[in-house]
C-alpha cells in the first residue's frame, strides 16, 4: 500500500514571496504519477501539477514547480511570486502507474498543508 | 457549466436516517470516482466506477454504504442508517479512460458536506 506524508500543516508566506511545500511518499513501486492538488475555501480540488516518475525532468506550471527526488521519495512543491489567490489547501497525492497492475488509476492522498498568502 | 455537479452541497441529517448523495460527472468521462474527507485529513478513496461497472470498493465502504451510475452518467451515494462517525465532506471526481490510456487528471465537484446530528 502506498502512503503520502505532508509534515507541514501550515504555512504562511507573503504575496510575491517565494514558497516550498513538502511531500513524501512511500510506494514499492517503480512507476507512477505524484500530483498536486489545490483546495481552495469552499470550492472545487483542482490540480495544480503532475510528475510521472519515470521522467527525469521536473515538471513546471507557470509559477509552480516540483523538486522530486525519486530515490528520496520526496516530492515538494515550489510557488513562486505567491499570490493571494494562492491561499488554499494543498494536497500531495500518488497515483500507480497501469503498468504496476491494476487499473483503477484512485489517488492516494496526504493530509494537505492549509497554505496562507498574506498581503 | 461543463463541471463536475454534487447536490446537496449540505446535508444535516439526524442519525439512524438514510441520506442521497448525488454526483453528475463530466459528460464524456467513463470513470466516476468517490471520495470521503474528514476534519484534518486528505481525501479516502471509496469507489469507482467505469461507465455503470462498479468495479472497486474500499473497506470503508460499510454494507451501510451504496453506490450506482445508471446507465454510466449520473452516480449515487446511499448511506443507511446514519452513524455521527459518517459526517464528512464526500467528494465526487470523474476523468476519461479512452484505449487504455488515462487522462491522469481527475475532476472534482465541490464535495456535499454531511453532518449527522
Known amino acids: 500500500a502506498q502512503t503520502v506524508t505532508q509534515s507541514q500543516p501550515e504555512m504562511s508566506v507573503q504575496e510575491a514571496e517565494t514558497v516550498t511545500l513538502s511531500c513524501t511518499y512511500d510506494t514499492s513501486e517503480n512507476n507512477y504519477y505524484l500530483f498536486w492538488y489545490k483546495q481552495p475555501p469552499s470550492r472545487q480540488m483542482i490540480l495544480v501539477i503532475r510528475q510521472e516518475a519515470y521522467k527525469q525532468q521536473n515538471a513546471t506550471e507557470n509559477r509552480f514547480s516540483v523538486n522530486f527526488q525519486k530515490a528520496a521519495k520526496s516530492f515538494s512543491l515550489k510557488i513562486s511570486d505567491s499570490q493571494l489567490g494562492d491561499t488554499a489547501m494543498y494536497f500531495c497525492?500518488?497515483?500507480?502507474?497501469?503498468?504496476?497492475?491494476?487499473?483503477?488509476?484512485?489517488?492516494?492522498f496526504g493530509k494537505g498543508t492549509l497554505l496562507t498568502v498574506n498581503p | 457549466d461543463t463541471g463536475v455537479s454534487q447536490n446537496p452541497r449540505h446535508k444535516i441529517t439526524k442519525r439512524g436516517q438514510n441520506v442521497t448523495f448525488r454526483c453528475d460527472p463530466i459528460?464524456?468521462?467513463?470513470?466516476l470516482y468517490w471520495y470521503r474527507q474528514t476534519l484534518g485529513q486528505g481525501p479516502e478513496f471509496l469507489t469507482y466506477f467505469q461507465n455503470e461497472a462498479q468495479l472497486e470498493k474500499s473497506r470503508l465502504l460499510s454494507d451501510r454504504f451504496s453506490a450506482e451510475r445508471p446507465k454510466g452518467s449520473f452516480s449515487t451515494l446511499e448511506i443507511q442508517r446514519t452513524e455521527q462517525g459518517d459526517s464528512a465532506m464526500y467528494l465526487c471526481?470523474?476523468?476519461?479512460?479512452?484505449?487504455?490510456?488515462?487522462?491522469?487528471?481527475?475532476?472534482f465537484g465541490q464535495g456535499t458536506r454531511l453532518t449527522v446530528v
Open positions: 471526481a470523474s476523468s476519461l479512460l479512452y484505449y487504455g490510456y488515462l487522462n491522469t487528471e481527475a475532476f
Open positions: 497525492a500518488f497515483m500507480k502507474h497501469k503498468n504496476s497492475g491494476g487499473s483503477n488509476y484512485k489517488l492516494t
Open positions: 459528460s464524456e468521462h467513463n470513470r
